[in-house]
Nanobody, 120 residues
């Protein structure tokens, strides 16, 4: 069973930066597709921010393109999300999610989330 732990959230001012981390355990990290999702308010849908797949490719949601960078360290079983030029609309709870394409829900898990607040 995959377990995910996020860290790095906090409060920053408009235009600031934050680096989020997601550490995985419970499965071979190299097998996992890892993605970051944002929930801007309780009850809202979780929006895909960025993903780093087990084939080495990365993908970004429209809100993240040009400002956020996702990276992966297989030696530390960790995915980072470097966020720059933060805006108030980036505020929300950021969740890390694992999966593995073609394997159903076997590798699916969500972290507990980390709060990001951007003040204007």
């Amino acid at each position: 069973q995959v377990q995910l732990v996020e860290s790095g959230g906090g409060t920053v001012q408009y235009g600031g930066s934050l680096r989020l981390s997601c550490e995985a355990s419970g499965a071979s990290f190299r097998l996992l597709d890892i993605s970051w999702h944002r929930q801007q308010a309780p009850g809202n849908e979780r929006e895909l921010v960025a993903s780093f797949l087990n084939d080495g490719t990365s993908h970004y949601g429209d809100s993240a393109k040009g400002r956020f960078t996702i990276s992966r360290d297989n030696t530390k079983s960790t995915v980072h999300l470097q966020m720059t030029d933060l805006r108030p609309e980036d505020t929300g709870v950021y969740f890390c999610k694992s999966g593995r394409r073609g394997w159903g829900k076997m590798y699916d898990a969500w972290g507990q989330g980390t709060q990001v607040t951007v003040s204007s």
